[in-house]
């Protein structure tokens, strides 16, 4: 049986949790716990110490969006979430989301681990991507109409991962819109951080 190394509010973890549940895959979760913990075989065999790391056959698969795609490649070969799309404006929104959870990331885990994040320019750098971010974000909002796929997951991994860190301000309202256009499928509101 494949496993996934992950924590339940990860949004990196979650991208990946919606495609299981939307493909209804049976993959055992292994929660890590604490992602500020430094043993390396807490989190699997990912030497980055990172999550989500996926297991199968005795292999692992690095990073959430990799790992989505050997999912998609292996169960999925009609690409219903259009997870495998190489449109530049799609590329583009998947990429910006990606920073932004990263950079959503270092603030938390710096404040975690005791770092007065308003003391230090690099964290007003910090700061100002993701709220850029999201500017961007909201005025290419078009890009995130239509279907289910695996873009507008991202969002709502991304959204509700912002609100429960409270680390922005949530002036968004097309983003918004789509965010909660996915609320009503069960697949992705299964896996909602609490």
Known sequence: MMKLYYTPSSHFSRKVRIIIDALNLCIELIDIGNVAEQAVGVFGPNPLMKVPTLIDNGGPVFESDYIVQYLIQQFDSIDRFHVLKNNTK??????????????????????????????????????????????????????????????????????????LYGLVSFDYPRLRDSVERLRTLTYVEKSAPR
């Open 90 to 163: 799609v590329l583009n929104a998947r990429a910006v989301m990606d920073s932004i959870m990263s950079a959503e990331v270092e603030l938390i885990l710096a404040e975690r681990t005791g770092i007065n994040t308003d003391a230090y320019p690099r964290f007003d750098k910090t700061r100002s991507s993701i709220n850029n971010g999201l500017d961007w974000l909201e005025s290419h909002a078009e890009v995130f109409l239509g279907q289910p796929s695996y873009l507008r997951f991202q969002l709502n991994s991304m959204w509700d991962h912002l609100a």
